[in-house]
């Protein structure tokens, strides 16, 4: 049991190692340009080189992706709780939000450079409006699917349907929730760094703009890897806080 744990903990880092490795011999073998697809250790030499750059960019794209989830986790949540504790609201809003969810993101940016200008707000809405729907979707799932024998039992000992959804639908309701949080991060980051590629003078996409342009591939794709690790440390950031919440909901937790 010990060895499977010990496995499960390093087989993502053995996986990383593994295909570093069969890039970086795949590079050489084939001496592939460095314009063309830069080898893992070119990417280090010039993460290294363009550090304190790099760490300048990746802070303005942290706290901006940070304040548009947030703001998705707000409005996610309410609006989850009011479609998943109503089927006439269920049935009128969740087919609009499908179709606002089927829309490309990357066509907002531009019409939301002309109401707040190039800067922080086309970013931050830009993970906002790319983020929310997981949220939203999972609250309301979690509330919809309440068993209805579950309801009929509580409401005959006297709950109201307030209690009920309060007291039973919204823990039911938290596995869910930490999921789409799990699923909203990454989408954050794509949003603020689509964003920045097109509407900012900093940040991790403004920086794969201005690397490509100067043809420093290696630059730009350790501007992708920040970007990326971020998103990994934040996704299991979500999942420490899920096994301390909501252990309960997952199987073989007692056992953990």
């Known amino acids: 049991m010990k060895n499977t744990k ?48 790099i760490a300048g960019h990746a802070w303005r794209t942290f706290w901006v992706t940070m304040a548009g989830f947030g703001l998705a986790i707000v409005v996610g949540v309410l609006m989850g709780f009011v479609i998943g504790s109503s089927r006439i609201a269920y049935a009128a809003i969740y087919p609009l939000m499908t179709a606002f969810n089927a829309l490309p993101k990357a066509a907002f940016v531009p019409i939301l450079v002309v109401w707040f200008g190039i800067g922080v707000g086309p970013a931050i809405l830009t993970a906002f409006l790319i983020s929310f729907f997981p949220i939203m979707v999972n609250i309301a799932t979690g509330l919809a699917t309440l068993e209805p024998e579950l309801e009929d039992v509580l409401r005959v000992l006297g709950a109201k349907r307030w209690d009920v959804l309060m007291k039973i639908g919204l823990p039911r309701s938290m596995p869910y929730f930490f999921g789409s949080l799990k699923v909203a991060i990454t989408l954050a980051f794509v949003g603020t760094t689509v964003s920045e590629m097109t509407a900012a003078n900093e940040g991790i996409g403004y920086l794969l703009i201005s690397a490509g342009s100067a043809m420093q591939m290696g630059l730009a794709f350790a501007g992708l890897m920040v970007v990326g690790a971020m998103a990994m440390l934040m996704y299991e950031l979500f999942s420490v806080i899920e096994k301390h919440t909501t252990g309960w909901a997952h199987r073989g937790s007692q056992n953990q």
Not at 10 to 37: E, N, Y
Not at 38 to 44: G, K, L, Q, T, V
């Open 6 to 53: 010990q496995i499960e903990r390093w087989s993502p880092w053995l996986l990383l190692v593994a295909v570093l490795i069969l890039w970086q011999v795949v590079c050489a073998g084939f001496q592939v340009s460095d314009f063309i697809f830069p080898s893992p250790w070119r990417i280090w030499t010039q993460f290294w080189e363009y550090k304190e750059i």
